[in-house]
């Protein structure tokens, strides 16, 4: 019962935003041409909302509204200790709707209903974090000058107006790693979510509102990349532009931004190693923990996720045994819709990924790789609609690092398996990316896990364990991964400037010029 009235209340919301989910100085409107696109939901490919189709006239109203609102607004002024506070109402408000917008989540994104609830938690959380560190700091850094007669500190101040462009595997995390420091460190911005899941970041724009955030702080334009996003990349007057997204994208991003010599933060994606040596299977515990772990790596949300551990590099000793029992557990993957009973995993987020998706595994078949699992569209059932975007969790044996699927980021539900036969060989083809996101170690060894972890150019490392993060440690990449850190301090600093004040308390002639 309650779960039906959470698709109801999601509906309700979504009917809501017809059309008017452009957010500019506080103000709902369509978009100025009149555009719209429907919004599918991926488990059937039918259309379940409409959104506004913003363009560049749409975002540059959005950014000028931003720009007021930072340089005579009260917001970048406003003490941290008020900011914090709505922070925190933001999240409690998170908390009341998690139902529903985990719903949401789940229809306009294809995952389940479980994994749109965990996301809701997710963003109370980064929400909460940053309110907490904000408070938690003190006036500024006191630099020693030497001097009794000298006053010299270092302090943080907002960069600006905050340009926020958002991907669509997880579209109000991923917008809540932007918006809650942005907000925190006293910006204004202005967010263009994916236009393929933009519904959950319009939700939480109102929540901003209904939190007491003045008007104008917060924009919002959705509409495609190519136009909304290159917009605001390259426009004068944004201070900053933080992008999640493909590599392909993020270069267009960093070269828009350098015109205007505006900060640039990116987050690229990755093409992620989960190392698995022989003595981590030793025991009957551990093989079953490493090929459960190496399944949750690969598949979660059908692979589309950025720290995906789709490159499975495994102890050739221990090879045969753990591809096989990982293939058996992939090919028992419950798939369907995201809100049906006993669902695992969900749809690919449309056509398109799925086709890609396609592409890679034919490559990969015929470059020599063996199939050990999927490598297909799945049968309809009842939770599984023909029409929707559906592909099975797929297993590429005997891999190497000349194929397509193993170097390139596929984002979707396919797992290469690669072999080594000492530590070494193992941490070369780790490294062997031109990406360097996460990756992970598996060993009983407490020594070789450390030299790993310190080997491995990742920005994340897990050691006997893949995907957990904490929104106070830093989350980005090495490489191709981006550039910038989201999440803990350095996520915080990534939206302030920094600026010296020294004050010279006794002052008196210099004498330097004689005249």
Same mark, same amino acid.
Not at 338 to 350: I, N
Not at 487 to 511: D, M, T, W
């Given at each position: 019962? %309650?779960?039906?009235?959470?698709?109801?209340?999601? *509906?309700?919301?979504?009917?809501?935003?017809?059309?008017?989910?452009?957010?500019?100085?506080? =103000?709902?409107?369509?978009?100025?041409?009149?555009?719209?696109?429907? !919004?599918?939901?991926?488990?059937?490919?039918?259309?379940?909302?409409?959104?506004?189709? +913003?363009?560049?006239?749409?975002?540059?109203?959005?950014?000028?509204?931003?720009?007021?609102?930072?340089? =005579?607004?009260?917001?970048?002024?406003?003490?941290?200790?008020?900011?914090?506070?709505?922070?925190?109402?933001?999240?409690? @408000?998170?908390?009341?709707?998690?139902?529903?917008?985990?719903?949401?989540?789940?229809?306009?994104?294809?995952?389940?209903?479980?994994?749109?609830?965990?996301? !809701?938690?997710?963003?109370?959380?980064?929400?909460?974090?940053?309110?907490?560190?904000?408070?938690?700091? $003190?006036? $500024?850094?006191?630099?020693?000058?030497?001097?009794?007669?000298?006053?010299?500190?270092?302090?943080?101040?907002?960069?600006?107006?905050?340009?926020?462009?958002?991907?669509?595997?997880?579209?109000?995390?991923?917008?809540?790693?932007?918006?809650?420091?942005?907000?925190?460190? +006293?910006?204004?911005?202005?967010?263009?979510?994916?236009? !393929?899941?933009? /519904?959950?970041?319009?939700? @939480?724009?109102?929540?901003?509102?209904?939190?007491? /955030?003045?008007?104008?702080?917060?924009?919002?334009?959705?509409?495609?990349?190519?136009?909304?996003?290159?917009?605001?990349?390259?426009?004068?007057?944004?201070? /900053?532009?933080?992008?999640?997204?493909?590599?392909?994208?993020?270069? #267009?991003?960093?070269?828009?931004?350098?015109?205007?010599? #505006?900060?640039?933060?990116?987050?690229?994606?990755?093409?992620?190693?989960?190392?698995?040596?022989?003595?981590?299977?030793?025991?009957?515990?551990?093989?079953?923990?490493?090929?459960?772990?190496?399944?949750?790596?690969?598949?979660?949300?059908?692979?589309?996720?950025?720290?995906?551990?789709?490159?499975?590099?495994?102890?050739?000793?221990?090879?045969?045994?753990?591809? %096989?029992?990982?293939?058996?557990?992939?090919?028992? !993957? *419950?798939?369907?819709?995201?809100?049906?009973? +006993?669902?695992?995993? +969900?749809?690919?987020?449309? =056509?398109?990924?799925?086709?890609?998706?396609? %592409?890679?595994?034919?490559?990969?078949?015929?470059?020599?790789?063996?199939?050990?699992?999927?490598?297909?569209?799945?049968?309809?059932?009842?939770?599984?609609?023909?029409?929707?975007?559906?592909?099975?969790?797929?297993?590429?044996?005997?891999?190497?690092?000349?194929?397509?699927?193993?170097?390139?980021?596929?984002?979707?539900?396919?797992?290469?398996?690669?072999?080594?036969?000492? =530590?070494?060989?193992?941490?070369?083809?780790?490294?062997?990316?031109?990406?360097?996101?996460?990756?992970?170690?598996?060993?009983?060894?407490?020594?070789?896990?450390?030299?790993?972890? $310190?080997? @491995?150019?990742?920005?994340?490392?897990?050691?006997?364990?893949?995907?957990?993060?904490?929104?106070?440690?830093?989350?980005? $990449?090495?490489?191709?991964?981006?550039?910038?850190?989201? @999440?803990?301090?350095?996520?915080?600093?990534?939206?302030?400037?920094?600026?010296?004040?020294?004050?010279?308390?006794?002052?008196?002639?210099?004498?330097?010029?004689?005249?």
């Amino acid at each position: 019962m %309650a779960g039906q009235q959470a698709e109801q209340q999601a *509906r309700q919301q979504a009917e809501q935003r017809v059309e008017q989910t452009i957010h500019v100085g506080g =103000e709902w409107r369509a978009a100025l041409s009149g555009a719209t696109r429907e !919004i599918l939901d991926p488990a059937d490919a039918e259309p379940f909302a409409v959104v506004a189709e +913003g363009d560049e006239k749409d975002a540059d109203l959005a950014v000028a509204a931003a720009r007021r609102a930072f340089d =005579e607004g009260p917001w970048p002024h406003t003490p941290v200790t008020e900011r914090a506070a709505l922070l925190r109402r933001v999240a409690s @408000l998170l908390v009341r709707d998690r139902e529903a917008l985990g719903l949401l989540e789940s229809r306009d994104a294809g995952k389940t209903l479980e994994e749109g609830r965990v996301d !809701i938690d997710c963003v109370a959380d980064a929400f909460r974090y940053f309110a907490d560190l904000v408070v938690g700091e $003190g006036g $500024g850094r006191v630099v020693d000058a030497g001097s009794a007669d000298v006053h010299s500190v270092v302090v943080h101040e907002p960069v600006g107006v905050c340009a926020l462009i958002t991907p669509w595997n997880y579209p109000l995390l991923q917008a809540s790693w932007k918006i809650a420091p942005a907000l925190a460190a +006293g910006n204004t911005f202005v967010v263009k979510p994916s236009e !393929i899941t933009p /519904l959950t970041t319009v939700a @939480l724009l109102r929540l901003l509102a209904e939190a007491g /955030l003045p008007d104008g702080v917060a924009g919002l334009v959705t509409g495609p990349g190519h136009t909304v996003g290159a917009r605001l990349a390259e426009h004068p007057d944004v201070d /900053l532009v933080s992008f999640t997204g493909g590599l392909a994208s993020g270069t #267009k991003v960093a070269r828009a931004a350098a015109d205007t010599v #505006k900060k640039v933060a990116l987050e690229l994606g990755g093409k992620n190693p989960n190392v698995v040596f022989a003595d981590a299977c030793a025991t009957e515990e551990g093989f079953d923990t490493a090929v459960d772990q190496a399944l949750n790596a690969a598949f979660i949300h059908s692979g589309q996720v950025c720290s995906a551990g789709s490159r499975l590099i495994v102890e050739e000793s221990v090879r045969e045994r753990f591809v %096989a029992e990982l293939a058996r557990r992939a090919g028992a !993957i *419950r798939l369907g819709r995201g809100t049906g009973d +006993g669902v695992e995993c +969900g749809p690919l987020v449309s =056509e398109a990924q799925r086709a890609k998706t396609e %592409a890679y595994v034919a490559s990969a078949l015929a470059e020599g790789a063996v199939l050990r699992a999927g490598g297909k569209r799945p049968e309809p059932s009842e939770v599984r609609p023909a029409t929707g975007y559906f592909y099975e969790p797929t297993v590429l044996d005997q891999c190497h690092r000349g194929m397509r699927v193993v170097r390139e980021e596929v984002f979707g539900p396919v797992l290469t398996v690669e072999t080594f036969a000492t =530590e070494d060989e193992a941490v070369a083809l780790a490294n062997d990316t031109e990406y360097g996101l996460a990756g992970a170690v598996w060993t009983t060894d407490a020594g070789r896990a450390r030299r790993v972890a $310190g080997r @491995l150019r990742h920005g994340t490392v897990w050691i006997n364990d893949f995907h957990p993060y904490l929104p106070q440690a830093e989350w980005g $990449g090495f490489g191709r991964s981006g550039v910038g850190r989201e @999440l803990g301090p350095a996520g915080l600093a990534e939206y302030r400037e920094s600026k010296h004040i020294y004050q010279n308390l006794a002052p008196k002639p210099v004498r330097w010029f004689t005249g």
